[in-house]
């Protein structure tokens, strides 16, 4: 994970996250329904990783369904928020690098998803190489391994189309700003806000790794990772997995 990403959440996007979803029951549902038609549920272990957590749009649903999850993510005021969505439900909260969390498990898990575009935040392809490496070493035979992330690879925008809309209101207004690198995308993410003085505006920005889906299912076929389901969801692809076997 790149460190200017750590950053850029934690001083500009944490903030401002929840209200950028939206309705956190209404996304969380679009979950449990992905979760439902893919088939995952709490198998040998019980135990399920969400990478890059967030307030919880993917570990509150896996919590529901059965599972006991350890929830992983860099910025501490989306963790916070999580915490309060967990109430009493089995949820460990970690304050990490991704990257790390083998570090973390005793053994093997059922499940291990890592949702919302959080793939491209890694630093390079060799950190994407390594991630699933690492989920499939971590999975028990048959272990569900869910992603989802946007294909910057498929159609580069250009002009004023750069420019995407994400979220407004009567108090904020949230637009993203699109610049193409020759290996990442440079994401600025623009924020006005109103306040007693009038609109103040801030700007941070960020990459995302341009991560081309067919390459990400090589690799993670290469790493013993079964591609079980594939659909596109509002510009998001995602992506089921199932571990066939253990090399270790």
């Known amino acids: 994970m790149s460190s200017n990403t750590v950053e850029h959440y934690d001083q500009h996007l944490g903030p401002v996250y929840a209200w950028m979803v939206g309705d956190f029951s209404a996304a ?81 898990v059922d499940a291990i998803v890592c949702m919302g575009d959080t793939v491209p935040h890694l630093a390079s392809m060799e950190e994407v190489h390594q991630l699933i490496s690492s989920v499939s070493r971590s999975l028990i035979d048959g272990g569900f391994f869910c992603t989802s992330f946007r294909d910057y690879t498929s159609s580069e ?44 505006f801030s700007a941070s920005a960020y990459d995302k790794l341009w991560l081309n889906p067919q390459v990400f299912k090589n ?11 594939e659909v596109v969801i509002r510009g998001m692809g995602y992506y089921a997995f199932q571990q066939r076997h253990h090399h270790n």
């Open 28 to 108: 969380a549902q679009q979950m449990v329904d992905y979760f439902d038609m893919i088939g995952l549920h709490p198998a040998a272990t019980k135990q399920a990783v969400d990478l890059g957590c967030g307030h919880g749009l993917q570990t509150i649903p896996l919590a529901d369904r059965g599972f006991e999850v350890t929830a992983i993510d860099s910025c501490q005021q989306l963790l916070e928020t999580l915490q309060s969505n967990a109430g009493e439900l089995l949820v460990d909260i970690i304050q990490a690098n991704l990257l790390v969390f083998p570090e973390l498990l005793i053994s093997p």
């Open 219 to 229: 690799i993670a076929h290469g790493h013993n990772l079964d591609l079980v389901n």
């Open 157 to 200: 925008l250009a002009g004023t189309s750069r420019f995407i809309p994400v979220r407004a209101d009567d108090e904020r207004i949230h637009t993203c700003f699109l610049e193409y690198g020759s290996d990442v995308v440079h994401v600025h993410d623009l924020l006005h806000t109103k306040t007693q003085e009038g609109w103040v």
